[in-house]
């Protein structure tokens, strides 16, 4: 059974940096899409950013272009979500998502994907996720 495990986040001041991790076990994501969502308190889960774990191939949103990366491990099974000069607005829990459907070939289709599927309830079991807070 797929299991997701998020971790790495924290309390950090404006323009600081924070590594968020995501664990995955009971599955093998070989060509499929991995990715991160955000959800702050009041406000709609939104996508940040999806990786194609066949090429390690990305994509960011457009808004955090620059600031946000995502990234893979392929030998510990885990993907990441890098964040720099973090501002009050990305507080929220932070989750990371996995589809274990193997149809998508770029870090754009599954950003597109996995936006389409969790707002479907498609995707695999989500983790508890980890909190992101941003102070001034």
């Known amino acids: 059974q797929v299991q997701l495990m998020e971790s790495g986040g924290g309390s950090v001041q404006a323009g600081g940096s924070l590594r968020l991790s995501c664990a995955i076990s009971?599955?093998?994501?070989?060509?499929?899409?991995l990715g991160w969502f955000r959800q702050a308190p009041g406000k709609e889960r939104e996508e940040v950013a999806a990786?194609?774990?066949?090429?390690?191939?990305?994509f960011v949103g457009e808004d955090l272009k620059g600031r946000f990366t995502i990234s893979q491990d392929t030998t510990t099974n885990t993907v990441y979500l890098q964040m720099i000069n973090l501002k009050p607005e990305d507080t929220a829990m932070y989750y990371c998502?996995?589809?274990?459907?193997?149809?998508?070939?770029?870090?754009?289709?599954?950003?597109?994907?996995?936006?389409?599927?969790?707002?479907?309830?498609?995707?695999?079991?989500w983790g508890p996720g980890t909190q992101v807070t941003v102070s001034l």
């Open positions: 009971g599955y093998t994501y070989n060509k499929h899409c």
């Open positions: 998502a996995a589809d274990s459907r193997a149809d998508q070939n770029s870090g754009v289709r599954c950003f597109a994907a996995l936006a389409m599927r969790a707002a479907f309830d498609q995707l695999d079991p």
């Open positions: 990786i194609y774990t066949g090429d390690s191939d990305t």
